[in-house]
């Protein structure tokens, strides 16, 4: 018999691999499921908007995740998904293209395509050992060699970036706050607590010299 240098899969090593990724997997999924809550009860309007000078919009940030995760956890370990990116296809992701939703793409296609790229990027990673090679085409030939452990903890961190900036988003479409809002208390104590947050600035608020932009 050859000798191998795979782990067996009941050792104690894989046994925390696999607990690792799980615990990875929990952690992206939680960001997933904000990304996604966070279009709930809003028109096609509002989901598409630009609501930041850089035109940062809601449903563009689904389609943006949805591709990164495709692209690291999926091409990079020799696993595509078969997935047809048509703003990858065409080279325009490099403009941006993968940022904002056109008229044509469907928030229902575009939430569907996230769906079908997470089941894929969780089949992956339970597939693979942490430590698996991966290599990304368009980072710097000198450090494009990774794992997939590296990616999967990179994935989870841009995705939680991404439904933190979501929640913001929507708290300024219509007010809705992020998950633990309602936990946190009722209109009243959001209230003092904003109000508490402006009093404690305007204690540094430096107040204009007078007669300053007066003639």
């Not at 067996?8 to 996604?36: F, H, I, K, S, V």
């Not at 469907?106 to 693979?128: F, G, I, M, N, T």
């Not at 988003?169 to 904003?194: C, K, N, Q, T």
């Not at 947050?197 to 932009?213: C, K, L, M, N, Y």
Request: with cysteine.
């Amino acid at each position: 018999m050859s000798a191998t240098t795979n782990t067996p899969t009941n050792t104690p090593t894989a046994t925390r691999d696999a607990g690792m990724t799980e615990e990875l997997l929990r952690y992206l999924q939680q960001g997933r499921d904000a990304l996604l809550q966070a279009l709930d009860g809003l028109s096609e309007y509002d989901v598409r908007r630009p609501l930041t000078p850089s035109g940062t919009n809601l449903l563009g940030l689904v389609k943006h995740v949805a591709g990164v995760e495709l692209a690291y956890l999926g091409d990079s370990v020799g696993r595509p998904s078969g997935e047809r990116l048509p703003w990858v296809e065409d080279g325009s992701i490099w403009e941006s293209a993968d940022m904002w939703a056109t008229a044509e793409e469907s928030r229902e296609d575009l939430v569907a395509l996230y769906r079908r790229a997470w089941a894929h990027c969780d089949a992956v990673a339970r597939e693979l050992p942490l430590d698996a090679p991966a290599s990304v085409a368009w980072w710097p030939e000198e450090r494009r060699r990774t794992t997939l452990g590296s990616l999967l903890v990179r994935c989870v961190a841009e995705v939680s970036q991404h439904a933190g900036h979501a929640d913001v988003l929507r708290e300024s479409v219509d007010g809705r706050g992020g998950r633990d809002h309602d936990d946190l208390g009722g209109d009243a104590w959001w209230a003092d607590h904003v109000a508490r947050i402006q009093a404690a600035a305007d204690a540094h608020r430096t107040e204009p010299v007078s007669g300053e932009g007066g003639s």
